[in-house]
């Protein structure tokens, strides 16, 4: 079982910048490919971003190309998404979702919310313009 807990969002002006931090709880925290994934009021749940469990390699939504950045810490069991130039359009709930890479492999990618076993409660993330 893995315990997931996001924090760092908030209330953000177009343009700035805002880093999501999730942290998890387990001993097998190197063994999970980790992703991004957030919810805006009436619109289904998108993927933004996704990390294996290698650590490489990562990728992106097409809005999130650019401007976010997601990392790892195995050290402190923590996944982050830096996000930048952030937009209107990116205030939502973000959530961070965590898998084991079995049986694909550590440097699987795994692009949709049904791929996932574990979620956070999310975290507000609203740009104001």
């Known amino acids: 079982q893995v315990h997931l807990v996001e924090s760092g969002g908030g209330l953000v002006q177009v343009g700035g910048s805002l880093r999501l931090s999730c942290a998890a709880s387990?001993?097998?925290?190197?063994?999970?490919?980790l992703g991004w994934f957030r919810q805006a009021p009436g619109k289904e749940r998108e993927f933004v971003a996704g990390i294996t469990a290698s650590g490489s390699p990562s990728h992106y939504a097409d809005s999130a190309k650019d401007r976010f950045t997601i990392s790892r810490d195995n050290a402190k069991n923590t996944v982050h998404l830096q996000m930048n130039s952030l937009k209107a359009e990116d205030t939502a709930v973000y959530y961070c979702a965590a898998r084991d890479h079995k049986p694909y492999g550590p440097s699987s990618l795994f692009l949709t919310d049904h791929e996932y076993t574990y979620w956070g409660q999310g975290t507000q993330v609203t740009v104001s313009s």
């Open positions: 387990g001993r097998t925290f190197s063994s999970y490919a």
